[in-house]
């Protein structure tokens, strides 16, 4: 998806654990500058709020459905979700380097948003190869 500026649209997948030396003081100063950072991005355009995710959550697949795990973990690293707005991926990953989180342990994955459909014949995610 891109804007009328020519961005384009990322998934920004907020993962990883506060440092273990990082006070209770230290990760909430993090967390109300990292609240300032972001309001200042969204209202600049630059990024789209998201949202935290619960701790509970499901997996779904063809031979079960499992409401407590196991869930490779994501349940335990990816903390919430938002999106940048960006000419590139270079760019996108610039932006989100200056997140006051990062320092006490959190990191982002930037991944660009596809707008076409899967295919079977065309190279994915989703496809062997």
């Known amino acids: 998806?891109?804007?009328?500026?020519?961005?384009?649209?990322?998934?920004?997948?907020?993962?990883?654990?506060?440092?273990?030396?990082?006070?209770?003081?230290?990760i909430q100063a993090a967390i109300d500058a990292f609240y300032e950072w972001l309001d200042a991005h969204v209202a600049a355009g630059r990024l789209r709020a998201g949202q935290r995710l619960a701790r509970a959550g499901a997996t779904v697949s063809a031979k079960s459905v499992a409401l407590?795990?196991?869930?490779?973990?994501?349940?335990?690293?990816?903390?919430?979700?938002?999106?940048?707005?960006?000419?590139?991926?270079?760019?996108?990953?610039?932006?989100?380097?200056?997140?006051?989180?990062?320092?006490?342990?959190?990191?982002?994955?930037?991944?660009p948003l596809e707008p076409e459909r899967a295919s079977a014949f065309r190279r994915s995610n989703e496809t062997p190869g």
Do not use: H, I, N
């Open 1 to 26: 998806m891109a804007d009328d500026a020519g961005s384009r649209e990322f998934l920004v997948l907020s993962r990883g654990q506060w440092r273990r030396d990082a006070t209770p003081d230290e």
């Open 68 to 111: 407590d795990g196991p869930f490779g973990e994501t349940k335990e690293l990816v903390g919430g979700y938002w999106f940048a707005l960006a000419p590139s991926l270079e760019e996108a990953a610039s932006l989100l380097s200056t997140s006051p989180t990062l320092p006490l342990g959190l990191f982002y994955e930037v991944r």
